[in-house]
């Protein structure tokens, strides 16, 4: 068994390795937690280097960074929540983003962000937004969003070698999520994956909302009901060509955009998309499901109403295909991925 | 200290001359309405750059901010390039997709130049911490603003420099003014910018530009104690701008600046004072033949230009991502 937070150790230990100009540094790499374990053994293999804790200084080391990838030195860069990261908007939306377009492709920045979202156990209004949708408005940044150990292990791969800033997203309800062997066949960026097929339905997800849907799947495949489950893997570039493959014969879409608000979010993109494609007509109006647009409170009898529920899950797909699911008894805890789960953060 | 060689203070008069004369043309071609972007003229500024241009190594880097064409111009920055880019021809230096404000010329190790204010400070530290990184010789010398100090990213930076002890030397140009706003709107009374940079732990040094070979030899000092201590420097340099922040006019008629300041400082006018230096040391001494010269090869570009100012054709999205 593999665990996703391994994966990604291992996808930064491989990248490490065969690249001996890369460089990682962020707050808490070489912590006793090593950045929620993705980071051991790492210092002690590379030195300190290549491997390094910085100030908290995140919008100077953001722009330290291009100025590595720019003279040949490619970084990781990672954040323990993409709240933290909001203080560096100026070096990467005006610099990293833009210096190989603003000097006529003299040089471009090969930097990877990892950005840690999260939710539940109070991590409240500045330490759990997902804010994927702002990254993808900027032209010149790709935006990958891992959901299985196989998956994240190819794609940090990938996004590492890629010459292109990527910001590579992680939810920290992933981290202990595991696979028997990971696979390590190589998956391009702005491809998706099929995760499942069937007639009656389309759902697109994306990081933790396609465990949300795999975790139901048996329930609703019991109930007569087999859908196209699309997950995206990369918000931008975003496969749409595959969407619109499977659309074309479910002709009927829920979009999973379970950890999002919804204005301008990575659904309401999609639903735009194939609203202004002629080839597309849907049986339903589409579908999305996100949450409210409130920023998230702290309170355990707050968050309970909202963050989408399986129940809210299950209700949509019976109601989008009009057949009935045996409804299930929910006895997981709303604010923990496990019951082993403590927090603190 | 050994003082600047008689023959290093006649390459940095050229420098200075030729940096005011592509900045006196850009200025009055500018009504032409050819050149349609925002353009901050160096202008009275101009031997800062042509000083660290010619004291400092082909092998440092510069980096720089919105007023920068002293900057590349000074590092030997490709000048045809550079009145393309300002054109926005597709021969540009930047292939026109970056103007007056994004200037770049790798081969001299000009390593860029970028608008928001103390945006390039962490890039031009990054750059040396991948010098320090391969061993590789010389420093990176980052221009900034007086208004520069003003933004948290350069205190971020300049901790960091400290920290790792990174080949950089800071040149700050102090012009008083950050767009219309003086210096005592923005900063307590009484601060002395090397001074507060100074208490951080860094080398920092002071020169008034209207002393003008003294400002040279504390340049050529900085860049020596750089070289010999393996340390991180910064200096303020007090100058000031003739012309308007940003376009090709005069603005004193707005009244925003001190008469006795911009008389004081046309008095003291740096190119003038070096020439008249170096005639004193050598009697000689007669840059008519460059000057004349150097205004025929600009006058050629820009002439050139306008007999024929269509670009070719390139396709943005080629340059938003490279490919992998
Ligand atoms: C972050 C940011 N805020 C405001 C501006 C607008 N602006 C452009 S130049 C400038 C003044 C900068 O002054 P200084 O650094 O002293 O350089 P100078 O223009 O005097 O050479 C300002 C405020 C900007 N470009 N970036
Ligand atoms: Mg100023």
């Known amino acids: 068994m593999i665990k996703f937070k391994d994966s990604i150790n291992l996808a930064l230990d491989h990248s490490l390795r065969s690249n001996n100009r890369l460089i990682c540094f962020g707050l808490g790499v070489n912590d006793p937690s090593r950045f929620f374990e993705t980071t051991k053994k790492l210092l002690e293999k590379y030195g300190e280097n290549r491997v390094f804790e910085t100030p908290t200084s995140e919008n100077a080391m953001t722009g330290i960074g291009i100025g590595l990838a720019i003279n040949n030195y490619p970084c990781v860069m990672m954040h323990q929540r993409l709240d933290f990261f909001l203080l560096a908007m100026d070096q990467l939306v005006n610099n990293a983003a833009k210096w190989h377009f603003m000097y006529g492709g003299k040089k471009s920045v090969p930097i990877t962000i990892r950005l840690i979202i999260g939710k539940g156990w109070g991590q409240g209004p500045t330490h759990s937004q997902s804010l994927q949708s702002w990254f993808a408005h900027i032209p010149g940044l790709k935006v990958v969003m891992p959901s299985l150990p196989s998956n994240a292990y190819s794609l940090l791969i990938q996004s590492i070698k890629d010459p292109n800033p990527v910001i590579f997203i992680e939810h920290r309800w992933l981290h202990e999520i595991s696979e028997k062997k990971i696979n390590k066949k190589k998956i391009k960026i702005g491809d998706c994956q099929l995760l499942s097929k069937g007639k009656d339905l389309t759902v697109i997800t994306y990081s933790l909302s396609t465990i949300e849907i795999m975790n139901l799947k048996k329930i609703i495949n019991k109930s007569g009901i087999n859908f196209d489950h699309i997950d995206l893997l990369s918000i931008k570039p975003i496969d749409y060509k595959s969407i619109k493959k499977s659309l074309l014969k479910t002709k009927n879409l829920l979009i999973l955009d379970s950890i999002s608000n919804p204005i301008c979010s990575v659904g309401s993109e999609i639903i735009s998309l194939i609203s202004r494609d002629k080839d597309i007509k849907l049986k339903n109006t589409p579908s999305m499901l996100t949450l409210p647009d409130i920023s998230t409170p702290t309170s355990f009898y707050y968050t309970k109403n909202y963050y989408i529920s399986k129940k809210d899950i299950i209700r949509e797909i019976m109601r989008l295909t009009n057949k009935q699911i045996k409804i299930i008894i929910d006895r997981d805890l709303h604010d923990v991925p496990n019951p082993k789960f403590k927090g603190p953060f | ?324």
């Open chain 2, 1 to 324: 200290m050994k003082k600047v060689s008689f023959s290093k203070l006649k390459k940095i008069y050229e420098n200075s001359l030729k940096i005011r004369i592509l900045e006196e043309t850009i200025s009055r071609e500018y009504k032409k309405n050819k050149m349609r972007c925002p353009t901050h003229l160096s202008i009275g500024q101009e031997i800062v750059a042509a000083s660290v241009g010619i004291l400092s190594k082909k092998e440092d880097y510069f980096i720089s901010y919105h007023r920068s064409h002293a900057h590349y111009l000074s590092k030997g920055g490709d000048i045809i390039k550079f009145i393309h880019e300002l054109h926005g021809l597709s021969t540009g230096c930047s292939k026109g997709i970056g103007g007056s404000m994004h200037l770049i010329d790798l081969k001299k190790n000009f390593y860029g130049s970028t608008a928001v204010v103390s945006s390039s400070i962490p890039i031009g530290v990054g750059l040396a911490l991948s010098k320090q990184l391969s061993k590789e010789a010389g420093v990176v010398f980052i221009f900034i603003g007086d208004a520069s100090i003003e933004e948290g990213v350069f205190f971020e930076a300049l901790n960091f420099v400290i920290l790792k002890n990174l080949p950089v030397i800071f040149v700050c140009e102090n012009n008083s003014f950050s767009v219309y706003t003086h210096l005592s709107k923005r900063q307590p009374r009484g601060r002395k910018i090397y001074k507060l940079v100074e208490s951080f732990g860094i080398k920092s040094f002071f020169a008034n530009q209207s002393e003008t070979i003294k400002m040279i030899n504390t340049i050529n000092k900085v860049i020596s104690f750089s070289k010999f201590s393996k340390k991180p420097a910064f200096i303020e340099i007090k100058n000031f701008r003739y012309l308007e922040h940003c376009g090709p006019n005069y603005d004193d008629n707005l009244n925003y600046r001190n008469n006795r300041e911009i008389s004081f400082w046309t008095k003291n006018d740096a190119v003038f004072i070096l020439e008249k230096y170096l005639v004193k040391l050598d009697k000689t001494f007669n840059h008519k033949e460059f000057k004349d010269s150097f205004i025929k090869f600009v006058n050629r570009i820009f002439r050139k230009i306008y007999m024929n100012n269509k670009p070719n054709k390139i396709n943005l999205k080629n340059f938003v991502y490279k490919k992998a």
